[in-house]
């Protein structure tokens, strides 16, 4: 990995508590690594937790709070799972015009494990395949995307990814569109 391929790119993280800590921790040091800058961005103003598996984990600092953040100061989206998280922001209409924001901009966006429920309520999945947490499979469906069962599926600026285990082909993928989308620019 060139750790300049994403050198002045600024990728948003959108979470709220309850996020899959490693969903969130993984991809932010692979984009950091390729000279991205990563920020935390959530409807809570100060800090957010994360969960292992369910369980409470560690803090994390919000650097821009969402009623202050606009999707076009940054270059990329970037949404972990877990449950909660992904459930609490797919009812947060803030949330979800903020990620609207970047899917009508055509904006690369990578979405692993629960994180597809904000996509689907901003209308960011019809007509695209996809992967995700097996359970969204009909959400999916629903919602007019192709669901299918891969470690990681890119499909045009979109990079999707199952859950944990999956890490690091998302990784790949994620910096590897990220890297292409920033060369196009």
């Known amino acids: 990995m060139n750790k300049h391929q994403l050198e002045g790119m600024k990728v948003a993280i959108l979470v709220t508590d309850g ?3 490693s969903e969130m921790t ?3 040091k692979a984009l950091e690594a390729a000279g991205a800058e990563t920020k935390i961005v959530s409807p ?3 800090r957010v937790r994360g969960s292992r598996h369910g369980d409470p984990a560690d803090t994390f600092t919000v650097d821009i709070p969402l ?3 606009a999707a076009h100061e ?5 949404l972990p799972g877990g449950v909660m998280s992904p459930d609490a922001l797919r009812i947060n209409e803030q949330a979800v015009v903020f990620v609207q924001d970047f899917v009508k901009a055509h904006k690369p966006i990578a979405a692993i494990c629960h994180g597809p429920w904000t ?4 209308k960011g999945v019809e007509a695209r395949t996809m992967t995700s947490w097996p ?5 999916l469906k629903n919602a007019g995307a192709k669901w299918v069962d891969n470690d ?7 990079v999707t990814s199952r859950g944990p285990k999956d890490l690091p082909a998302f990784d790949r993928e994620m910096v590897r569109l990220f890297a292409y989308a920033h060369a196009h620019a």
């Open 19 to 21: 996020f899959e800590q």
């Open 74 to 78: 940054f270059d990329a989206l970037l």
């Open 67 to 69: 009623a202050q953040a």
């Open 119 to 122: 996509l689907i309520e901003a």
């Open 26 to 28: 993984d991809p932010r």
């Open 44 to 46: 809570k103003n100060d």
């Open 152 to 158: 990681v599926v890119v499909d045009g600026n979109l």
């Open 135 to 139: 359970s969204l499979r009909t959400d």
